[in-house]
């Protein structure tokens, strides 16, 4: 598991990248880029309660990306490898577009169609994304209809590892429901978990719902 703690990681240096492959879109039968990070640490980064992570040196690795040719959405990880008809050498002209939050709004829109392996990553991207706009100004924000239901409905996908179990407890305090929250709390934590435990604990203590930063 990433260590999220403060202090891990030690000097600032270059993102590592290393040598990338080339997927073929089912779409387009285009090639599709894929760059692994070969190096990161979360130094200089902020969590937030919901999760998301800014850390510029240690970006997300998407599981989901849009076609550079087509726009078709695929999972990266699902691609079968290109052959051709062209060499690429160029990653660049080829690489993947993420989505943005009216794409993740529209996968769940026909979350039926979709393996219910994907439902708990799409409905918290959906939340997470939906949540940028307070992290910069708008803290205050109250929750909309539709990200009310998607909250509600990441409840019932959450499982018993501890993740999930710290994400159930953020829900349950962003909706309101602080005795769920407190609940949900309660037993034992991995060490590297406990400041973000106590972090939420003192939020549900103050009865204060709002997304909140864990640490920066
Ligand atoms: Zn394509």
Redesign the pocket.
């Given at each position: 598991m990433t260590d999220l703690s403060p202090n891990a990681g030690s000097t600032r240096e270059p993102l590592a990248y290393g040598e990338p492959t080339y997927k073929c879109?089912e779409?387009?039968q285009?090639p599709?880029a894929i760059v692994p990070l070969l190096s990161g640490n979360p130094m200089g980064g902020t969590l937030w309660s919901d999760g998301h992570m800014d850390a510029p040196q240690l970006p997300e690795q998407e599981l989901l990306g849009k076609?550079a040719?087509?726009?078709?959405i695929a999972c990266l990880a699902e691609l079968q490898d290109y052959a051709g008809p062209a060499a690429v050498d160029n990653a660049a002209d080829h690489a993947f577009e993420p989505l943005a939050l009216d794409d993740y709004r529209m996968l769940v829109d026909h979350i039926d169609l979709i393996d219910a392996s994907y439902h708990l990553y799409l409905r918290l991207k959906c939340w997470q994304l939906g949540n940028h706009p307070r992290r910069q100004a708008d803290a205050e924000r109250p929750l909309s209809e539709s990200e009310t239901e998607n909250l509600q409905q990441l409840l019932m996908l959450f499982g018993d590892d501890e993740p999930d179990r710290l994400l159930k407890a953020e829900v349950f305090r962003q909706l309101g429901e602080f005795e769920r929250a407190e609940n949900a709390l309660v037993g034992p934590f991995h060490s590297q978990a406990g400041d973000i435990v106590a972090r939420l604990r003192e939020l549900v203590r103050q009865r204060q719902s709002q997304l909140a930063v864990i640490f920066r």
């Open positions: 879109c779409n387009c285009q599709v076609c040719h087509c726009g078709e």
